[in-house]
Nanobody, 121 residues
Framework: QVHVAESGGGLVQPGGSLRLSCAVSGTIFSFNAMGWYRQAPGKQRELVARVTRGGSIDYADSVKGRFTISRDARTAVSLQMNSLVPEDTAVYYC????????????????WGQGTQVTVSS
């Protein structure tokens, strides 16, 4: 069994900062990447940032220079969000990409339950 736990989020004024944390636990053989996606009302879920097993990092253009993803441990990542703007308001989901529970299993994507980030004055 695999469990993805998120923490952080909340209400912040424009220009403020928040930090999201995510940890995956359970039976884990390997996975391809961990990262964060977000979904605003009426919009599709989109990639915010991800870090691969090899350490490569991808950011959405809209967050480059403001958000930083870091790998805190093999199975934990955090997202530091600075200079937040109202357009960053969304539910943020932690994603574990192509997690395999054994060398013989097929990789699946796992998601956290989501955490609300609201940027408003």
């Amino acid at each position: 069994q695999v469990h993805v736990a998120e923490s952080g989020g909340g209400l912040v004024q424009p220009g403020g900062s928040l930090r999201l944390s995510c940890a995956v636990s359970g039976t884990i053989f390997s996975f391809n990447a961990m990262g964060w996606y977000r979904q605003a009302p009426g919009k599709q879920r989109e990639l915010v940032a991800r870090v691969t097993r090899g350490g490569s990092i991808d950011y959405a253009d809209s967050v480059k220079g403001r958000f930083t993803i870091s790998r805190d441990a093999r199975t934990a990542v955090s997202l530091q969000m600075n200079s937040l703007v109202p357009e960053d308001t969304a539910v943020y989901y932690c994603n574990v990409e192509r997690l395999m529970i054994s060398a013989y299993s097929v990789g699946d994507d796992y998601w956290g339950q989501g955490t609300q980030v609201t940027v408003s004055s």
